[in-house]
């Protein structure tokens, strides 16, 4: 078992930045690669970024790229999504995934493929 709590969540106007924070506690947390999604009200679970779980690959949904930045710190077991240039439709509950190092990589931005998923942390951006 791994168990995900999301934090760094808030209320931020656009074109401003947050810092979301994945903590991991449980089986060995190196060898999931972590997923960020996010779904607003009313609309299906986004993919946003992917990282491996060595860090060496990432990948992000075109939403993100060239705005949010996925990272990750095995030694303290936590994952970090820097979202810059917020805007409002951002808007949205931001959730992290951890994937067995089984799964294939080419399906990670499916969220079905990932085996166990932190609670949420809720993002507005106001206009």
């Known amino acids: 078992q791994v168990q995900l709590a999301e934090s760094g969540g808030g209320l931020v106007q656009t074109g401003g930045s947050l810092r979301l924070s994945c903590a991991a506690a449980g089986r060995t947390f190196s060898s999931y690669s972590m997923g960020w999604f996010r779904q607003a009200p009313g609309k299906d679970r986004e993919f946003v970024a992917v990282?491996?779980?060595?860090?060496?690959?990432?990948d992000y949904g075109d939403s993100a790229k060239g705005r949010f930045t996925i990272s990750r710190d095995n030694a303290k077991n936590t994952a970090f999504l820097q979202m810059n240039s917020l805007k409002p439709e951002d808007t949205a509950v931001y959730s992290c995934a951890a994937a067995s190092g089984a799964r294939r990589w080419s399906r990670l931005r499916i969220g079905h493929e990932y085996d166990y998923w932190g609670q949420g942390t809720q993002v507005t951006v106001s206009s």
């Open positions: 990282i491996s779980w060595s860090g060496s690959s990432t």
